[in-house]
């Protein structure tokens, strides 16, 4: 299988992710650069964090005019595999294949901070490796990473089951103190309606490698690769 | 003919959305004295010159571009004033 990360001015996980895919998972991976717009050959792309364009105007409002992203648009509508972490989740926001919006911090500050997360479904490919409920810890490091959207989107992504991850207490409670940013029902990552597109704050790639002493992230790349190997030539 | 115009570009946060940003300015300006102050909301202002066949024209462009790039719609308002220039 082969993974594709798309190079932004200002990304700054793009190689973290490349060690992931193509170091510890032993996967051919690419790095592309955003005036790049032949994407063809690629199975995964992601979406990596950083600040793009150093987040001027909004953070991903100008990634989403870069040349790449037709292409990105286009790999997603074909119902290939997409993921957007951490600036990658607000970029597909601002490009319209995920919906809502990533606005700062309730509290203002910039987190760096380990959080534990709740799988809420074990059905969507990304989750197929962990078991509904169970709770992981994930690095998250961002600014603007409240999840917001209006009370129909919301409710749609609940009925529909888009939510893949949700912050929560050590114990797995989900309440307002366990919400690191002021994320609109605990939100961390969610999925399109199809399910191949996944944007997540939290990042899986610095919580893969074992010398890092957590590879809870590790499960998410192992579980596309499980499901993908059947299916790529 | 083309016509030279200057615009201001307002871009508000929509008031379902929390603006921790203005909560704190408020605080701030209660701390220094005044207490009147009441629902502080901090947004963008942009502003550009830009020619345009008529006004209606510059207008009608203003819209596309705080639709597709100045603002975003899922939080954000906007408005801006167009000033012709002689």
Redesign the interface.
């Known amino acids: 299988m082969k993974f594709g990360i798309i190079v932004f001015p200002g990304s700054n996980c793009d190689r973290d992710v490349a060690l992931v895919t193509g170091g510890l998972l032993q996967q051919p991976t690419r790095m592309i650069w955003h005036q790049e717009t032949d994407i063809g050959d690629v199975d995964v792309i992601i979406l990596p964090g950083g600040f793009s364009y150093g987040d001027y ?2 953070c991903g ?1 100008i990634a989403r ?1 870069s040349p790449i992203i037709k292409s990105v648009v286009e790999h997603a509508k074909a119902g290939k595999y997409l993921l957007g972490i951490c600036n990658g989740f607000q970029v597909l ?2 490009v319209g294949l995920l ?3 990533l ?6 500050h910039f987190i760096c901070d380990r959080v534990p997360l709740k799988i809420e479904t074990s059905d969507l490919l990304w989750t197929k490796s962990y078991s509904k409920g169970e709770i992981i810890t994930l690095p998250i490091a961002h600014g603007e990473g409240r999840y ?3 009370s129909d989107t919301l409710k749609a992504l609940e009925d529909e089951g888009q939510v893949a991850f949700r912050y929560c207490s050590s114990a797995g409670e989900i309440s307002a103190r366990a919400n690191p940013n ?1 994320s609109l029902n605990n939100i961390a990552g969610i999925t399109n309606k199809t399910g191949n597109v996944l944007g997540m704050m939290p990042h899986p790639e610095r919580a893969s490698d074992p010398i890092l002493g957590n590879t809870d992230g590790m499960r998410l790349f192992e579980a596309l690769l499980n499901k993908l190997a059947g299916s790529v030539k | 003919m083309s016509e030279k115009y200057h615009s201001r570009i307002y871009v508000t946060l929509r008031p ?3 603006d ?2 203005g909560v ?1 300015v408020e605080s701030g300006l209660k701390q220094l004295g005044y207490p009147e102050v009441e629902e502080v909301r901090i947004g ?1 202002y942009i502003e550009m010159r830009l020619t345009a066949t008529d006004e209606a024209n510059a207008k009608e462009k203003l819209h596309q571009m705080c639709d597709r ?2 603002a ?1 719609p ?2 954000e308002n906007y408005c801006f004033e167009l000033t012709k220039l002689s």
């Open positions: 105007l909004r409002a005019f926001t601002e919906p809502g919006s606005i700062r911090n309730s509290g203002l917001y959207a209006d002021g | 379902s959305v929390l921790p940003a704190a963008k790039l100045l975003n899922v939080i």
